[in-house]
C-alpha cells in the first residue's frame, strides 16, 4: 500500500494535466517510509511517449535527498493517451534501475474529466504488483 | 589514487550493505575494476557487455558525469568522489 499526503496527490494530478499532452515525471521523497514532498523533474523528453532525467537534475536530486535524510519512495510518470500502469519500458528501468522498493505511481491523463491514479511495486523478475493508493490528510 | 565510491541503494546488496566504499586507479575503468576484486558481480551492474556505461546508471566524478570526461576512460584524482546513482527513465 502507498500512502499519500492528499496535497502531494493532487499536486502530482496538476503537474500531469500541466505538462500534458508530453509525459511528466517526479520524484517524492520520503523518510521512514512516509512521503515528505513532491520534485517535480524536467522530462529530458519532452515527449508524449516516454520520460528520462537530466543527470545534471539527477545529482541535485540525489545531494538534496542526502542533506534531508530522504529516500526515493516514489518515482511518479504520467501516461497521455494510455492506461496508468508500466509499460515494458518501466518495468526494465524499475528492475534495472530503481529497484523493487520504490513504488511507481503512474498517473493517466487520457481522458479530459477524469484522471487514473495507480501504483505497483516491481519486483527483481519484473513482476509487476499493484497496490492500494490510500489518501491522508495533510 | 585513492577514491570514495557513493552506492545507490540498488547496488549495496554488491557492497554489504555500505553506502560508501572506497577504492583506487587513475581512471574510472581502473577504479571499477579494483571495486570489482572486492565486490563481485558490481562491475557488471555499471558496464554493459558491449563495454559502455549502463544506461540504468549515471556516473559522476566530483560533479560532472563522467560521459562528458570520456567514460569509462575518465581520470580519477586522489581524493575525489565517484558517485553512482541510478538512471531513471519510462515510457
Known amino acids: 500500500m502507498l500512502e499519500l499526503p492528499r496535497s502531494i496527490h493532487d499536486a502530482v494530478i496538476a503537474h500531469a494535466r500541466r505538462d500534458h499532452p508530453d509525459e511528466c515525471c517526479g520524484v517524492l521523497p520520503g523518510v521512514d517510509g512516509r512521503v515528505t514532498r513532491i520534485v517535480p523533474m ?3 523528453e519532452r515527449s508524449p511517449t516516454g520520460f528520462s532525467w ?3 537534475e539527477v545529482l541535485a536530486l540525489h545531494r538534496d535527498m542526502d542533506d534531508r535524510d530522504e529516500e526515493m519512495l516514489v518515482v511518479y510518470h504520467s501516461h497521455t493517451m494510455t492506461e496508468a500502469a508500466p509499460s515494458r519500458t518501466d518495468v ?20 479530459e474529466d477524469t484522471t487514473e491514479v495507480r501504483s505497483f511495486l516491481i519486483g527483481t523478475d ?4 499493484e497496490e492500494e493508493v490510500r489518501l491522508l490528510d495533510g | 589514487m585513492t ?13 554489504g550493505g555500505e553506502k ?27 558496464v554493459a557487455e ?16 563522467v560521459r562528458f570526461l570520456g567514460g569509462l576512460e575518465a581520470p580519477v584524482k586522489d581524493g575525489q568522489t565517484v ?7 519510462g515510457g
Do not use: C, M
Open chain 1, 126 to 129: 519484473g513482476e509487476v504488483t
Open chain 1, 92 to 111: 526494465r528501468f524499475a528492475v534495472n534501475a530503481t529497484g523493487p522498493d520504490v513504488h511507481w505511481l503512474i498517473v493517466s491523463t487520457r481522458e
Open chain 1, 54 to 56: 537530466e543527470s545534471s
Open chain 2, 20 to 46: 560508501s566504499v572506497e577504492a583506487s586507479g587513475e581512471t574510472l575503468d581502473a577504479v571499477f575494476s579494483d571495486l570489482e576484486s572486492r565486490h563481485s558481480g558490481l562491475k557488471a551492474r555499471l
Open chain 2, 83 to 89: 558517485t553512482i546513482l541510478p538512471a531513471v527513465a
Open chain 2, 3 to 15: 577514491v570514495q565510491v557513493k552506492i545507490p541503494t540498488i547496488l549495496r546488496s554488491y557492497t
Open chain 1, 42 to 44: 524536467q522530462n529530458a
Open chain 2, 50 to 65: 558491449g563495454g559502455g556505461l549502463h544506461k540504468f546508471v549515471n556516473i559522476y566524478v566530483d560533479d560532472e558525469d
